[in-house]
């Protein structure tokens, strides 16, 4: 079965650049089927989609974080990451990992989630 | 960007029905999914491409899209059904993914 697991610091210094990697098993990132995706929720707030990693190594991300964002896949561990650079206490969120599904078209929902990492912002 | 708006709240009575909304402009011409969250666990799928239910999921869930205005809707509530509600689009013209506001569910 599909199983994603996020991992990386709980606490980051402001200004620094937060990193996360998102192990998956029970299928490949090298799939052409799926994007591999990161979205975060700051405590007590809704969801808030970050970015996209495709096989082939393309990705796009949220407007508002672009600048910041780096979202890469490494086939050889089964995994993809995140970095987040020049970060604030606004980064403050759980961070999940996730799998794009689209069945009838492109991947366009969320099925498989990891459980989440909380990752606090703070000197 | 492309905005998607739900109430904050939803109460109602267990064995009632319950009705989430979601606007955004044009939203009909999109598929939409929506999303149960339990506190502090992922969010799940439980409708997708507007209407379908993912295996799992209890045929009490059902969904419609229409013009500017996506639907969830919840009938003959039970208090396991309390939980935070997500819809959520794929904007095609941007190719951004989309999350609504959120609403709380509370069964009374």
């Known amino acids: 079965q599909v199983q994603l697991q996020e991992s990386g610091p709980g606490l980051v210094k402001p200004s620094e650049t937060l990193s996360l990697t998102c192990t998956v098993s029970g299928v490949s990132v090298s799939s052409a089927s799926y994007f591999w995706s990161w979205i975060r929720q700051p405590p007590g707030k809704g969801l808030d989609w970050i970015g996209y990693v495709y096989y082939s190594g393309s990705t796009n991300s949220n407007p508002s974080l672009k600048s910041r964002v780096t979202i890469s896949l490494d086939m050889s561990k089964n995994q993809f990451s995140l970095k987040l650079s020049s970060v604030t206490a606004a980064d403050t969120a759980v961070y999940y990992c996730?799998?794009?599904?689209?069945?009838?078209?492109?991947?366009?929902?969320?099925?498989?989630w990891g459980q989440g990492t909380l990752v606090t912002v703070s000197s | 960007s492309y905005v998607l708006t739900q109430p904050p709240t939803v109460s109602v009575g267990p064995g009632k029905t319950a009705r989430i909304t979601c606007e955004g402009n044009?939203?009909?011409?999109?598929?939409v999914y929506w999303y149960q969250q339990k506190p502090g666990q992922a969010p799940v799928v439980v409708i997708y491409y507007d209407s379908d239910r993912p295996s799992g999921i209890p045929e009490r869930f059902s969904g419609s899209n229409s013009e500017n205005t996506a639907t969830l809707t919840i009938s003959r509530v039970e208090a396991g059904d309390e939980a935070d509600y997500y819809c959520?689009?794929?904007?095609?013209?941007?190719?951004?993914?989309?999350f609504g506001t959120g609403t709380k569910v509370t069964v009374l």
């Open positions: 996730a799998r794009v599904d689209g069945h009838k078209s492109g991947p366009e929902y969320f099925l498989h």
């Open positions: 044009n939203i009909g011409s999109k598929y």
């Open positions: 959520q689009v794929w904007d095609s013209l941007s190719d951004l993914y989309v």
